[in-house]
């Protein structure tokens, strides 16, 4: 429980704070996770950041093989932004396993989710067998809203009947936790949290990112090669908590918030939205120990408002 004001003795040495949280029926130490596609496999942040003081980290979307990406110019800044169009470039699911995760298994205490992507059902199927195979990953977060490729992803997650079978069928044969990761390229974000859960999700995570493009007026050409890229950042995250708050308001699974986070006070308005816990993305592209800065930063703001227990944050909007 909450209290007033921390304690004023100087011989009371304050406890910490508990800042554990609970998603998809896995504790993790604190509500900050790694977005996937700006963490790369983990293993390139494991010099700069200490992966075990994250609540975990997803590893860039996985596909059954390997995938190239999208041609360059792919990523652009904009006010308050970045647009992206990486196109899920990636090693695949198999090498995933093979080079990657035993050295983030060797990081005891780090807590991987591997962020999966395909094209049709039997694609996410297929590489969710393939990552039943590997030891330590805690779940499966599943990827149905990536607007940057030509097909597949976003159709997924913007079309409740086909959001509904992806995601009975990645239930159906993963044998990890399932984390159903929802496009915010929909009129109704409610509907589409519900369908996940009833569909069996474990938990659902929002918001990936916003549809859009950016034009070079010189030259007359899109700043980014494919012409559309999706935005994140701090430009995205008024938007984005109104829909976490929509989708927290829409299921009882837990809510996993994202979207322009770049502070311990974003963090806390998505946990009073409805969020259990939180994934930053683009904060790490200007500053690459972002996540590790908002665990202290979360500690520090926790200290200062006699917060005893983060998670008790959790849906605390008061609207009356
Ligand atoms: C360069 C880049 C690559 C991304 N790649 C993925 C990806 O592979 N899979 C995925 O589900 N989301 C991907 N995302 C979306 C982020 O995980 C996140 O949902 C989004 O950027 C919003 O959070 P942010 O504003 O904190 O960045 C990517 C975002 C960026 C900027």
Redesign the pocket.
């Known amino acids: 429980m909450s209290t007033g004001s921390p304690p004023s003795g100087e011989s009371l040495a304050p406890r910490p704070p508990d800042l554990r949280v609970q998603v998809a029926g896995i504790e993790l130490k604190n509500p900050i996770i790694a977005?996937?596609?700006?963490f790369g496999y983990g293993v390139e942040f494991e010099d700069i950041v200490h992966l075990d003081r994250l609540g975990g980290f997803?590893v860039?979307?996985l596909s059954i093989a390997p995938m190239t990406g999208n041609p360059p110019p792919r990523?652009y800044e904009t006010a308050a932004?970045?647009l992206?169009a990486?196109g899920?470039q990636?090693i695949g699911a198999q090498a995933f396993l093979e080079e990657k995760l035993p050295r983030l298994r060797a990081k005891k205490d780090a807590v991987v989710f591997a962020?999966v992507?395909g094209y049709t059902r039997a694609d996410y199927e297929h590489t969710i067998e393939i990552l039943n195979q590997g030891e330590g990953i805690a779940a499966y977060?599943l990827?149905v809203?990536?607007p940057n490729t030509a097909h597949g992803g976003i159709q997924f997650g913007s079309d409740p009947h086909m959001l509904d079978e992806v995601v009975r069928s990645a239930k159906r044969v993963a044998a990890r936790p399932l984390i159903v990761?929802l496009s915010p390229n929909v009129t109704s974000i409610g509907l589409m949290a519900r369908v996940a859960e009833e569909a069996g999700a474990d938990a659902v995570s929002l918001?990936?990112?916003f549809l859009a493009m950016a034009i070079d007026a010189e030259t007359r050409r899109p700043r980014i090669a494919n012409v559309t890229a999706?935005l994140?950042?701090?430009a995205?995250?008024p938007i984005?908590l109104r829909m976490v708050y929509d989708a927290a308001q829409a299921v009882k699974i837990p809510v996993i918030g994202?979207?322009?986070?770049t502070t311990p006070v974003d963090v806390v308005e998505y946990m009073l939205a409805g969020a259990s816990a939180v994934?930053?993305?683009?904060?790490s592209?200007f500053d690459p120990v972002a996540t590790e800065k908002l665990v202290d930063g979360l500690t520090e703001y926790c200290r200062e408002h006699g917060i005893e227990r983060l998670s008790e944050l959790t849906g605390g909007l008061i609207t009356d």
């Open positions: 977005a996937a596609g700006t997803v860039k979307g990523l932004g970045m992206n990486i899920l990636n962020n992507f977060e990827n809203s990536c990761k918001v990936n990112t999706g994140s950042g701090p995205i995250k984005a994202m979207g322009g986070i994934e930053v993305g683009t904060a592209y």
